[in-house]
T-cell receptor, first 111, second 115 residues
Framework: QKEVEQDPGPLSVPEGAIVSLNCTYS??????FMWYRQYSRKGPELLMY????GNKEDGRFTAQVDKSSKYISLFIRDSQPSDSATYLC???????????FGAGTTVTVRA | DAMVIQNPRYQVTQFGKPVTLSCSQT?????MYWYQQKSSQAPKLLFH???????NEADTPDNFQSRRPNTSFCFLDIRSPGLGDAAMYLC??????????????FGDGTRLSIL
């Protein structure tokens, strides 16, 4: 079993729709939960992160963590064609250099 | 702009022919990482340097080596590339380690093809 599971998609939505992405994990030591966005032929860039459980909102993006279920989500509201990318979840323990990534979900937002 | 630069962006080599990928950074970060990312798979950490201290992941094949001659540069050497080594290789840096307050900054990768 992989440490982090992420549905690879692909996901195709019309412009303006809500995009829902999620990951599950098995390591209860994970404390930091991150979402990276990776455009085609580019490296991943950190989109947002959450520490422990709870929600975090940044503009059109909302990250949720449910540690009891070992389940994290990213929601993109009012999706735009520029949101078309692969979204990778990543996690680490406290003071831990090592990131454990999901395989990424490829999202296409149709104009 | 401060950044992580990987060269070349695309590299083609022959089966068994040694190849070197390079990474440079202008962020003056202490930590540099090398990841291997195969199509539709999660990035896999190969090794990292904290300053000059080299840390190899347990499952990184011996075929993969790394050098960090100074703070700014880091190299990935593949001694005898096999077909299974075809992948995107990502370099990343962070100021130190410990949580996303010290996020990893990635380069745009080198896509390696093996003939």
């Amino acid at each position: 079993q992989k440490e982090v599971e992420q549905d690879p998609g692909p996901l195709s939505v019309p412009e303006g729709a809500i995009v829902s992405l999620n990951c599950t994990y098995s390591n209860s030591a994970f404390q930091y939960f991150m979402w990276y966005r990776q455009y085609s032929r580019k490296g991943p860039e950190l989109l947002m992160y959450t520490y422990s459980s709870g929600n975090k909102e940044d503009g059109r993006f909302t990250a949720q963590v449910d540690k009891s279920s070992k389940y994290i989500s990213l929601f993109i509201r009012d999706s735009q064609p520029s949101d078309s990318a692969t979204y990778l979840c990543a996690m680490s323990g406290s003071n831990d250099y090592k990131l454990s990534f999901g395989a990424g979900t490829t999202v296409t937002v149709r104009a | 702009d401060a950044m992580v630069i990987q060269n070349p962006r695309y590299q083609v080599t022959q089966f068994g022919k040694p190849v070197t990928l390079s990474c440079s950074q202008t962020l003056n970060h202490n930590v540099m990482y090398w990841y291997q990312q195969k199509s539709s798979q999660a990035p896999k950490l190969l090794f990292h340097y904290y300053d000059k201290d080299f840390n190899n992941e347990a499952d990184t094949p011996d075929n993969f080596q790394s050098r960090r001659p100074n703070t700014s540069f880091c190299f990935l050497d593949i001694r005898s590339p096999g077909l299974g080594d075809a992948a995107m290789y990502l370099c990343a840096t962070s100021s130190t380690w410990g949580g996303p307050d010290q996020p990893q900054h990635f380069g745009d990768g080198t896509r390696l093809s093996i003939l």
